[in-house]
């Protein structure tokens, strides 16, 4: 899209959304992050779950928090990651979304846990996150969920 196009408000708010996801992924991905991007990346998964908000279906809204409560997770903010990763399981409850996001759902509620110290909490989430990767469509998406779950604190994938 050259600069001169106009954005209909409805590409304006996919565009917005996108770059700013794979921006968060940037910054969770340093190692050597400032504190002045930490703060960029807390309010970058905001916004881009905000600009879903206008124009995304179900599914971009509960990967929006699934993103939000990733990052929390990252910064150790247990309180923030249980809640957004409650809203995106919720989401996904309400809108009969199952598959990849139904068992991710379960991960980040699993992870959110771990990092409470709740550990029997988190252990209930990761089981049910094994149990709904079952239900994955697609082998590779599978492997990324059994994968990342072996990276949740405090429990073996």
Sequence with gaps: MSTEE????????????????????????KTDRTPAETDEMV?????SRHHWSKIGTSVNLDR???????????LGRSESAIYHAQRCLAL????GVGDWD???AYEALSRAHA?????????AFFDQAHQAAKDIAE?????????????IPGLEG
């Design 115 to 123: 990092i409470a110290g709740n550990s029997a909490k988190s252990k």
């Design 102 to 104: 139904l068992a991710f």
């Design 6 to 29: 106009t954005l209909t408000e409805a590409q304006f708010h996919r565009k917005t959304a996108v770059g700013l996801f794979n921006h968060v992924w940037t910054l969770m991905e």
């Design 64 to 74: 929006g928090e699934w993103q939000v409560s990733r990052v929390y997770c990252v």
């Design 43 to 47: 309010h970058a998964a905001h916004a």
């Design 139 to 151: 082998d590779e998406d599978r492997e990324l969920l059994l994968s990342d779950l072996k990276t």
């Design 92 to 95: 996904c409850l309400e809108s």
